[in-house]
């Protein structure tokens, strides 16, 4: 029987700290666990010529180049629930899955540091100057802080509460919503320190399972978010709309200017119902994750 290496990930989503980040302030972001991506390595005929401007076939060729395999005769094949370029990891959570199905594939231990280092190679091919922090939580089960200059830091989420995440259906534009920012700082930074308060207080709140605080901490941030110009109409359209169906906070995640918006519920069956009314007011997906 023809062996298939298989490897799988998942995605993640910032819960606090967009832009102010990029200040020395920290972001939360969180896995999704139940957005998975999988990928098979099976032989082929011919040899695997990888794209150098691609994660995933850099990915694998680092992989490859790893084992001293360069000239491999293989194919691939990715099943991905994660919609690419709105913020939920989607480079990275594909590099990881590839990365360890080759390492399945020809049967080799993958240690986790050697993962994360071949996840990162990609990571800069995708977007030149990465943080590490998509990387670094779609490798976690858990919660990760990271301040810029400082590291990461692994956060322990107990709350009894519901994320829900919603699509816009809008590519984000992370790098255009930086230079934006940062086009006009002396009238952002208010904001932006604003923003880092917010993170930090929001990070006292999980610490504490308090989740009126958090979504509190959610609200003011999209507020802010929305005032440094990174937000748009639709999703301050999914934003206002969880906060009328009784959210306890909602706000725009990622870099911006598209992609996703999260809104905190206190049950599942809340959570059910809010997921279905941002379909009906223009979400093209959603997705729930239990806190």
Known sequence: ME?????????KIILMGEHSVV??????????????????????DTFFSPDLYDPLS??????????????????????SQVPQRRGMGSSAAVSIAAIRAV???????????????????AEIIAHNNPSGLDAKTCLSDKAISFVRNIGFETISINMDAYLV????????????????????????????????ELAEIAKEAID???????????????HELNAIGVSIEKANHLVETALNHQALGAKMSGGGLG???????????SALHLSHILEKEGAINTWIEKL
């Open 3 to 11: 062996r298939v290496g298989i490897g799988k990930s998942h995605s």
């Open 23 to 44: 200040y020395g302030y920290p972001a939360i972001a969180i896995p999704l666990k139940g957005i998975e991506v999988t990928c098979e390595i099976m032989s082929s």
């Open 58 to 79: 850099t990915a694998i060729y680092a992989s490859l180049a790893h084992l001293k395999k360069e000239n491999a005769k293989i194919s691939y094949k990715i099943q």
């Open 103 to 121: 390492f399945d594939y020809y049967n080799q231990p993958l240690p986790e540091p050697l993962l994360e280092i071949l996840v990162n190679q």
């Open 165 to 196: 995440i919603a699509d816009t259906g809008i590519h984000g534009h992370t790098r255009e919503a930086v230079n934006k920012v940062a086009q006009f700082e002396e009238s952002n930074l208010p904001h932006l320190s604003r923003l880092g």
């Open 208 to 222: 504490k399972a308090n989740t009126q605080i958090l979504g509190d901490c959610m609200q003011q941030s999209h």
């Open 259 to 269: 992609g996703c918006i999260i809104a905190l519920t206190e049950t599942k069956e």
